[in-house]
């Protein structure tokens, strides 16, 4: 699975957008990113994933470059409830595993 | 989304003891579950894949004798750390994927293991 570069941490205003990214040059063309965050002696939590195409649920918004070697993740109101830490995960979702391999990730700082 | 649980939240143990970890997930059927190991402001590292029926698979350094994992049913995992010792003191962490959303992991609140 290809690696990923991410920011140590970040600080976001509570109430604004955070915009977290992720550099994944490597990645290949069947593989996908993935998001997860895992906030403090807490198991992590899914997030969203994608392949090429920007996509947005419920959590987050996920924009992926043309050419997919970098993506953000974009937490439109960012709320203290959103501190954590934020993992990017590549994958390739063809086998049968799908083996989460979790780097250091982005610890995100929303403050009052 | 599904739910995966962990028990107990919580353990302290003495220095050569066996402690079993149980993880199950509750409103689906997991037929792979994974476990993991996250030492203190440190990432989680997968120790093995554990599938229903057959033998876990573990990642490279993970001695098999020492975390005997157990996959009896469709929603229960087990991890026994045997022989205990202090350097074996981690939060535990499993996960499993639901059949119908194969592409997330859903995983649970963690255990915390304390070797006295």
């Known amino acids: 699975d290809a690696k990923t570069t991410q920011p140590t941490s970040m600080d976001c205003a509570e109430g604004r957008a955070a915009n977290l990214p992720c550099n994944h040059s490597?990645?290949?063309?069947?593989?996908?990113v993935y998001w997860y965050r895992q906030i403090h002696s807490q198991g992590p939590q899914y997030i969203i994933h994608g392949l090429k195409n920007n996509e947005t649920n419920e959590m987050a918004s996920l924009i992926i470059t043309e050419d997919r070697k970098s993506s953000t993740l974009i937490l439109p109101h960012a709320t203290l409830r959103d501190t954590a830490v934020y993992y990017c995960i590549v994958l390739s979702s063809g086998g049968s595993n799908y083996k989460l391999t979790f780097g250091k990730g982005t610890l995100l700082t929303v403050n009052p | 989304g599904a739910v995966v649980s962990q028990h107990p939240s919580r353990v302290i143990c003495k220095s050569g003891t066996s402690v079993k970890i149980e993880c199950r997930s509750l409103d689906f059927q997991a037929t792979t579950m994974f476990w993991y190991r996250q030492f203190p402001k440190k990432s989680l590292m997968l120790m093995a894949t554990?599938?229903?029926?057959?033998?876990?698979?573990?990642e490279q350094g993970v001695e098999k004798d020492k975390f005997l994992i157990n996959h009896a049913s469709l929603t229960l995992s087990t991890l026994t750390v045997t022989s205990a010792h202090p350097e074996d003191s981690s939060f535990y962490i499993c996960?499993?994927?639901?059949?119908?959303?194969?592409?997330?992991?859903?995983f649970g609140p963690g255990t915390r293991l304390t070797v006295t």
């Open positions: 554990s599938n229903e029926g057959s033998k876990a698979t573990y």
């Open positions: 490597t990645i290949s063309g069947n593989e996908y």
């Open positions: 996960s499993a994927r639901d059949p119908r959303t194969p592409a997330e992991q859903y």
